[in-house]
T-cell receptor, first 114, second 115 residues
Framework: EPEVTQTPSHQVTQMGQEVILRCVPI?????FYWYRQILGQKVEFLVS????????KSEIFDDQFSVERPDGSNFTLKIRSTKLEDSAMYFC????????????FGSGTRLTVV | AQSVTQLDSQVPVFEEAPVELRCNYS??????LFWYVQYPNQGLQLLLK??????LVESINGFEAEFNKSQTSFHLRKPSVHISDTAEYFC?????????????FGTGTQLKVEL
């Protein structure tokens, strides 16, 4: 079964450093998303991406965050200058159509900012 | 705006007993509804979804959920749980029309199945 692949599975970074989280969505999917889950809390929407541009973003997704689809397969989330409160599990997801088919999530990247 | 409420943060249950995990949503427009399961140290897996049609939807591992529009609920049930069902379960909603295709999640329910 097709899956969304995320790398790395765990990343530790120093506060203030830039970090890039990588995702390979399912090949025929058109919509891409990033969500995050702070330990013990609910999963929160960060950003959605379609047709090479951001289609929606949450208030969490401030200027420190950016997304990119640098080639036909990868989808990246960059955090420019990490803060302690960015420590969370980050999930990438993709979907074939707008909302209707359910989202396929990756297994996540656990980001720890020290 | 939409929101999801999962009133039960933890549900302990004995193996082979029935279980119901509650989910209520709020939305000003029609929605699609989902249940996701997260096993320890793993990602989110789609368990089942309601898009349209029959209000009762089933998963391959014996879970079912019923969409109740009047009560704005989408409770998840299983008649007989197994130890392997121990996981966190998240209810989620997205708008079915118009813009805004993001998923809004509830806070999750930890199902703990005991022998």
């Amino acid at each position: 079964e097709p899956e969304v692949t995320q790398t790395p599975s765990h990343q530790v970074t120093q506060m203030g450093q830039e970090v890039i989280l990588r995702c390979v969505p399912i090949s025929n999917h058109l919509y891409f998303y990033w969500y995050r889950q702070i330990l013990g809390q609910k999963v929160e929407f960060l950003v959605s991406f379609y047709n090479n541009e951001i289609s929606e973003k949450s208030e969490i997704f401030d200027d420190q965050f950016s997304v990119e689809r640098p080639d036909g397969s990868n989808f990246t989330l960059k955090i420019r200058s990490t803060k302690l409160e960015d420590s969370a599990m980050y999930f990438c997801a993709s979907s074939e159509a707008l909302g209707s088919y359910g989202y396929t999530f990756g297994s996540g990247t656990r980001l720890t900012v020290v | 705006a939409q929101s999801v409420t999962q009133l039960d943060s933890q549900v302990p249950v004995f193996e082979e007993a029935p279980v119901e995990l509650r989910c209520n949503y709020s939305s000003s427009v029609s929605v699609y509804l989902f249940w996701y399961v997260q096993y320890p140290n793993q990602g989110l897996q789609l368990l089942l979804k309601y898009l349209s049609g029959s209000t009762l939807v089933e998963s391959i591992n014996g879970f079912e959920a019923e969409f109740n529009k009047s009560q704005t609920s989408f409770h998840l049930r299983k008649p007989s749980v197994h130890i392997s069902d121990t996981a966190e379960y998240f209810c989620a909603v997205t708008q079915s029309t118009g813009g805004g295709n993001k998923l809004t999640f509830g806070t999750g329910t930890q199902l703990k199945v005991e022998l």
